[in-house]
């Protein structure tokens, strides 16, 4: 694993060689261009960059506008402003019309850091993914943020791409392409599933090492896009390891944690465990610090995967009797 | 292209296509007849605008902020060719293309769905700087409401279509001073309306919104402005025409029961264009 840069980088420079390639893709920012990396495709395309201020909902209407045009806009601002503040306009001018925006959001998460709680969001996953419409994809990496940006250009209607603040090694194998919906297996297992999404495949892959000196197999399986969910391959996983942990960098309540729930409570019940914060703002402190005191860790993964093989065997054990 | 009395004609049709409509279902009567006038000058005589073939991209665009008076644009919409007449009494029915509040994705034609207040201006702002890219004069007009207007969201896309020059853009605010609560200056007042919008940059114009010369004049006058967008402070009566709906609150969001239909269709008065919609039963 090699030391990069974050995913807002990814989406930064994917953007930029869109703006060469399709005539039809614009961006608008909320007075955040240089934070958000949107910055290079403003200074090289300024007839297709549009400044709205600080105004996010305005904005999520604009862009809806462009798109009901048939451009392409990329609105970019912090996780908080589009899912939390711009929810409603999301929802209307968005989702409910179809309209193809594509809402590219830095600073989601814990890993935001210093700004604290109000700037943290950890609820943004759970507010897009129940809308209609929409899709939601949470990339692990600056490779998979640039391959999820570049990608999200040939998809048709609205999308929610989250992009973390912080740098992040690279994790993601940039040789298996990358698809929308496509969950991708990095490591194959046979006593427990790990399905991770964003920083924490990085965090799941330690974990797999620390569980496999103790005689555990896990598989690891990046899900990139929390919707729509690839049931496929989570359900044909499942069924190879009847045990499931889930990791991510928000809420338990309602993010993947919640799809993976959902899904498996009616097509395959197995434990599911799940790794994240417990409902629960952030604060103020560096990246590390905050991944630490809530639990994102890489050790925490590992007590996850110990206690939802523990009631497997419980459950097996019921069985037998 | 209709002239002053032709529109007038077509506004008074619109206006008993709404009494019609809501009076067999539900829906908002009052604003969608005091709007009749200014959506019937747009359907049938302003509006670049082909039928049937709702997504010409030249088209000029009407964006329909306060969505709960869509029965006007309906009946507009139909009477211009967009649909067939008899569809209108789908409205608000199950498995309709005529939502209670406009839906863009069943209804070709519709520019946006609409609803929750506030949003319009901020979509047509966006259109509007598609239009721009895309090297096109044609206009957008965003209607909306007076009570509307203390959502925040206006503000801020009034600033953007200042910011952005964008003088396509007209915004005709139909002020009838009545909100669900009550009147607008009571429940929360947004006096001085033009004097806010010359504030943040805009061209003012501001006109009696139910006589059509003055509305004629109005958009010929935006048609001309430049620089800045423009915004028609449209004095309306809530339930004009009709004296027990004009100018009362409750009109809002109530359908007139079957008496207080006919009642309204006669002070409306007989319409020489098109015919009176008929009900499934007396075909």
Same mark, same amino acid.
């Given at each position: 694993?090699?030391? #990069?840069?974050?995913?807002?980088?990814?989406?930064?420079?994917?953007?930029?060689?869109?703006?060469?390639?399709?005539?039809?893709?614009?961006?608008?920012?909320?007075?955040?261009?240089?934070?958000?990396?949107?910055?290079?495709?403003?200074?090289?395309?300024?007839?297709?960059?549009?400044?709205?201020?600080?105004?996010?909902?305005?904005?999520?209407?604009?862009?809806?506008?462009?798109?009901?045009?048939?451009?392409?806009?990329?609105?970019?601002?912090?996780?908080?402003?589009? #899912?939390?503040?711009?929810?409603?306009?999301?929802?209307?001018?968005?989702?409910?019309?179809?309209?193809?925006?594509?809402?590219?959001?830095?600073?989601?998460?814990?890993?935001?850091?210093?700004?604290?709680?109000?700037?943290? @969001?950890?609820?943004?996953?759970?507010?897009?993914?129940?809308?209609?419409?929409?899709?939601?994809?949470?990339?692990?990496?600056?490779?998979?943020?640039?391959?999820?940006?570049?990608?999200?250009?040939?998809?048709?209607?609205?999308?929610?791409?989250?992009?973390?603040?912080?740098?992040?090694?690279?994790?993601?194998?940039?040789?298996?392409?990358?698809?929308?919906?496509? #969950?991708?297996?990095?490591?194959?297992?046979?006593?427990?599933?790990?399905? @991770?999404?964003?920083?924490?495949?990085?965090?799941?892959?330690?974990?797999?090492?620390?569980?496999?000196?103790?005689?555990?197999?896990?598989?690891?399986?990046?899900?990139?896009?929390?919707?729509?969910?690839?049931?496929?391959?989570?359900?044909?996983?499942?069924?190879?390891?009847?045990?499931?942990?889930?990791?991510?960098?928000?809420?338990?309540?309602?993010?993947?944690?919640?799809?993976?729930?959902?899904?498996?409570?009616?097509?395959?019940?197995?434990?599911?465990?799940?790794?994240?914060?417990?409902?629960?703002?952030?604060?103020?402190?560096?990246?590390?610090?905050?991944?630490?005191?809530?639990?994102?860790?890489?050790?925490?993964?590992?007590?996850?995967?110990?206690? @939802?093989?523990?009631?497997?065997?419980?459950?097996?054990?019921?069985?037998?009797? | 292209?209709?002239?002053?009395?032709?529109?007038?004609?077509?506004?008074?049709?619109?206006?008993?296509?709404?009494?019609?409509?809501?009076?067999?279902?539900?829906?908002?009567?009052?604003?969608?007849?005091?709007?009749?006038?200014?959506?019937?000058?747009?359907?049938?005589?302003?509006?670049?605008?082909?039928?049937?073939?709702?997504?010409?991209?030249?088209?000029?665009?009407?964006?329909?902020?306060?969505?709960?008076?869509?029965?006007?644009?309906?009946?507009?919409?139909?009477?211009?060719?967009?649909?067939?007449?008899?569809?209108?009494?789908?409205?608000?029915?199950?498995?309709?293309?005529?939502?209670?509040?406009?839906?863009?994705?069943?209804?070709?034609?519709?520019?946006?769905?609409?609803?929750?207040?506030?949003?319009?201006?901020?979509?047509?702002?966006?259109?509007?700087?598609?239009?721009?890219?895309?090297?096109?004069?044609?206009?957008?007009?965003?209607?909306?409401?007076?009570?509307?207007?203390?959502?925040?969201?206006?503000?801020?896309?009034?600033?953007?279509?200042?910011?952005?020059?964008?003088?396509?853009?007209?915004?005709?605010?139909?002020?009838?001073?009545?909100?669900?609560?009550?009147?607008?200056?009571?429940?929360?007042?947004?006096?001085?309306?033009?004097?806010?919008?010359? #504030?943040?940059?805009?061209?003012?114009?501001?006109?009696?919104?139910?006589?059509?010369?003055?509305?004629?004049?109005?958009?010929?006058?935006?048609?001309?402005?430049?620089?800045?967008?423009?915004?028609?402070?449209?004095?309306?009566?809530?339930?004009?025409?009709?004296?027990?709906?004009?100018?009362?609150?409750?009109?809002?969001?109530?359908?007139?029961?079957?008496?207080?239909?006919?009642?309204?269709?006669?002070?409306?008065?007989?319409?020489?264009?098109?015919?009176?919609?008929?009900?499934?039963?007396?075909?």
């Amino acid at each position: 694993m090699t030391k #990069a840069k974050s995913g807002r980088d990814g989406f930064g420079k994917a953007l930029l060689e869109l703006g060469e390639k399709n005539q039809n893709v614009v961006a608008l920012c909320a007075d955040l261009a240089e934070s958000v990396r949107v910055e290079a495709f403003a200074n090289k395309y300024p007839e297709r960059y549009f400044q709205i201020g600080i105004s996010e909902q305005d904005m999520i209407g604009t862009a809806s506008g462009l798109a009901l045009s048939n451009y392409i806009p990329f609105a970019t601002t912090y996780a908080v402003f589009a #899912a939390q503040r711009a929810n409603e306009q999301i929802r209307l001018a968005a989702c409910y019309n179809q309209a193809n925006v594509k809402i590219a959001v830095s600073h989601a998460g814990l890993t935001c850091g210093e700004d604290g709680a109000t700037h943290q @969001a950890l609820e943004d996953i759970a507010s897009m993914r129940v809308m209609p419409e929409m899709t939601v994809i949470v990339p692990a990496d600056e490779n998979e943020a640039y391959e999820a940006t570049k990608a999200s250009v040939e998809w048709i209607g609205p999308i929610y791409l989250r992009l973390g603040r912080t740098p992040v090694p690279i994790v993601t194998n940039d040789t298996s392409p990358f698809q929308i919906g496509k #969950a991708r297996t990095l490591k194959n297992g046979t006593d427990v599933s790990i399905f @991770a999404c964003g920083i924490m495949v990085e965090r799941a892959l330690q974990a797999r090492e620390q569980l496999a000196s103790e005689g555990i197999n896990a598989s690891v399986i990046n899900i990139h896009t929390i919707k729509p969910l690839d049931k496929e391959t989570i359900i044909n996983e499942v069924q190879h390891t009847d045990c499931v942990v889930t990791a991510e960098e928000h809420s338990i309540i309602g993010g993947l944690g919640g799809a993976i729930s959902e899904l498996l409570a009616e097509e395959h019940p197995v434990p599911v465990h799940k790794v994240g914060t417990q409902d629960t703002f952030g604060e103020s402190a560096s990246p590390e610090e905050l991944l630490e005191k809530y639990g994102l860790t890489a050790a925490k993964i590992v007590t996850a995967c110990k206690e @939802a093989l523990g009631q497997k065997e419980q459950n097996l054990k019921r069985v037998r009797s | 292209m209709a002239n002053t009395r032709e529109v007038k004609e077509i506004a008074k049709r619109i206006k008993r296509d709404v009494i019609q409509l809501t009076s067999k279902n539900t829906g908002h009567p009052g604003g969608a007849i005091g709007a009749a006038d200014i959506i019937a000058e747009l359907y049938f005589n302003r509006l670049h605008h082909r039928p049937s073939h709702p997504d010409w991209e030249d088209r000029d665009r009407f964006v329909l902020s306060n969505g709960h008076i869509c029965t006007a644009l309906y009946s507009a919409m139909a009477r211009s060719g967009y649909f067939p007449i008899e569809e209108l009494w789908t409205f608000r029915k199950l498995n309709s293309r005529l939502q209670g509040h406009p839906s863009r994705i069943d209804l070709p034609g519709l520019e946006t769905s609409a609803g929750p207040l506030g949003q319009g201006l901020s979509i047509a702002n966006g259109m509007a700087l598609a239009h721009r890219l895309r090297g096109s004069d044609a206009k957008i007009y965003c209607l909306v409401g007076d009570g509307e207007i203390q959502e925040g969201q206006v503000w801020e896309s009034a600033m953007t279509a200042a910011h952005h020059h964008l003088d396509q853009i007209a915004l005709i605010v139909s002020w009838n001073d009545i909100q669900i609560d009550g009147h607008v200056k009571d429940v929360m007042n947004i006096e001085p309306i033009a004097e806010k919008f010359k #504030a943040f940059g805009w061209h003012t114009i501001e006109i009696d919104g139910n006589k059509v010369n003055e509305i004629k004049n109005a958009f010929d006058q935006f048609e001309q402005n430049t620089g800045a967008p423009t915004a028609i402070i449209a004095k309306t009566v809530i339930g004009k025409d009709v004296s027990f709906m004009e100018d009362e609150a409750i009109w809002h969001g109530k359908a007139p029961s079957a008496e207080e239909a006919t009642r309204a269709l006669e002070e409306i008065g007989t319409c020489s264009f098109g015919t009176d919609l008929i009900t499934k039963e007396e075909y």
